[in-house]
């Protein structure tokens, strides 16, 4: 087993959330089905102690990212988002050990998604 020298983000969408997606052209059977199949981003070790300035510098790439997923036509996404309503769209929480079960080497490739991050 190794460390990865990564901490990890995970975003989980909370009920406003699945309101939005429901609203905006898909249905999904709850908020829990949403969570299950949440991200994980992979972030340099040294944003463990300030996830408050990382949100602060990158929700609205974050929430762009969430909101591709579920709904790719921007037509259909809110007008205005900022940071207060990130945070009551989605839970966030921060890892700071990350270890590699798996002794394989790790491998990279591109996110069909926004991949600004």
């Known amino acids: 087993m190794n460390k990865v020298n990564r901490t990890a983000l995970s975003i989980k969408p909370k009920e406003p ?3 939005w997606a429901n609203f905006a052209m898909t249905s999904y059977e709850g908020v ?19 996830q408050d300035d990382f949100l602060k510098e990158n929700y ?3 929430f762009e990212l969430e909101l591709e997923a579920w709904v ?11 940071l207060d309503m990130f945070k009551r769209w989605f839970d966030v929480e921060l890892y ?6 798996n002794d394989d080497d790790l491998s990279k490739e591109s996110y069909w998604g926004l991949g600004r991050l």
Do not use: G, V
């Open 17 to 19: 959330y699945l309101d």
């Open 60 to 62: 609205r790439e974050l």
């Open 96 to 101: 700071a050990l990350i270890l590699d079960f």
């Open 32 to 50: 829990e089905e949403m969570r299950a199949t949440s991200k994980i981003i992979l972030l340099p070790e040294p944003f463990y102690n300030h």
């Open 72 to 82: 790719p036509d921007r037509k259909f996404w809110p007008q205005q988002t900022d």
